[in-house]
C-alpha cells in the first residue's frame, strides 16, 4: 500500500491563513484512495 507523508510546518499555514484541516484534506484528495498523515512541526526556540 502506498501512501503520502507530510510535515507540516503550522505556523507558516497559519501566517498564510491556511487551516491545517484544509491543508490535509487537499493532501488526501490528490491521493485518492491512498493512505495518508500528516504531521504538524512546531519551530524551536531558538528558530523563533
Do not use: H, N, Q, W
Not at 490528490?30 to 524551536?44: D, E, K, N, Q
Amino acid at each position: 500500500m502506498r501512501g503520502l507523508y507530510a510535515t507540516v510546518d503550522k505556523a507558516a499555514l497559519d501566517r498564510r491563513g491556511v487551516d491545517v484541516i484544509t491543508f490535509a484534506e487537499a493532501a488526501r484528495a490528490a491521493r485518492p484512495g491512498g493512505t495518508y498523515a500528516v504531521g504538524l512541526s512546531t519551530p524551536r526556540t531558538e528558530d523563533r
